[in-house]
């Protein structure tokens, strides 16, 4: 079995708090898993993007901890028309 990172276990460990702040928001655990495993697709040499987004997710945890907090919003790019 191979070791992780310090920075990948922050990032597992980002993703477990998310999975259990999710818990009692309905739709959002769908949400949580997909971000997720869209970002799982960047390189793991890309440390300073990866960083980057840890510390966005720790923002956005801080956010759905919220008790006010009712749903997410997103900034998408539009995908291309061909």
């Known amino acids: 079995m191979s070791r992780h990172s310090k920075l990948q276990k922050q990032v597992l460990a980002l993703y477990r708090q998310f ?32 960083e980057y987004l840890y510390r966005r997710g720790q923002r956005q945890l801080d956010q759905l901890k919220d008790t006010n907090t009712k749903q997410l919003g997103s900034f998408s790019k539009p995908k291309e028309q061909s």
Not at 23 to 42: L, T, V
């Open 19 to 50: 999975l259990r702040a999710g818990q009692d928001k309905p739709g959002f655990i769908p949400r949580i898993r997909d971000e997720f495993r869209e970002n799982a697709r960047i390189k793991k040499t890309d440390v300073m993007h990866i």
